[in-house]
């Protein structure tokens, strides 16, 4: 199996020795989209995006390793019957930005956009020629998919491992003091059907999330969540195991 690392809230992932940073569900235009229903918030999500990717990519060098692909988990984009003016520019802002950080002079080195069900009139970007765009994603023993359509191709043998975004996950925690309550975005690890299933948080810094045990399971899988680990992003890239959803209060 990969060497897996949680970095705030991606993943690195050691696959057939190339670095992959794995990201969740980005939703950019949502600030355009609030905008539209008369709600004010300012443009800086996508600044705080890349802050973020700045830190992750340090923190790699720092290691003398390097990001040979980039995968989205879908939901780049926000709007479903559109590709408003804030997604376009902004997600053609982040292929650039991706393509600069990566020095894209090695063969094999790439960004790879899962499509998700906010992913509609994606293909009207001109700058997204510069990335791959696909329903799921294998490699190796990993298959990489947004998590609302199921496919044959992901119940192979060969694939041991789900890796997949579009459910928020979070969970509410309880100060056993004051009794005040926190909900923190998380990633959510179990296994389904014999396979390893990592649920990734949105990127969203926005949205915290869902916890699953109070809205439910927005999947095609009937996945037992309470008996998947939790980990909780904290401050910086720190991210902290909670041990079992199902044991929390």
Known sequence: MAEIEHLGRCLVMNIRDKNILVVGDLHLGFEEALENSGTLIGRKMLKEMIEEFDLIFEAMEKKSKKIEKVIF???????????????????????????????????????????????????????????????????????????????????????????????????????????????????????????????????????VGSDLREEGVNSPWKFDINKFNVKIVGGGLGVLDFGRLGSLA
């Open 73 to 207: 988990l879908g939901d780049v984009k926000h709007e479903f019957f559109a590709l408003s003016r804030q997604e376009s520019a902004e997600l053609t802002r982040l292929i650039d930005y991706l393509e600069t950080k990566m020095k894209r002079d090695d063969e094999g080195r790439e960004v790879i956009f899962i499509k998700g069900n906010h992913d509609n009139y994606l293909l009207n970007l001109k700058a997204i020629k510069k990335v791959r765009v696909c329903n799921y994603f294998i490699l190796g023993e990993y298959c990489f998919l947004h998590g609302n359509r199921d496919f044959a191709e992901i119940w192979d043998k060969k694939i041991k491992c789900l890796v997949m975004g579009h459910l928020h996950p979070a969970v509410r925690i309880k100060d056993k003091k004051g009794g005040k309550v926190e909900k923190y975005k998380c990633f959510l690890e179990g296994r389904f059907k014999g396979k390893k299933i990592i649920i990734l948080p949105s990127f969203n810094s926005y949205s």
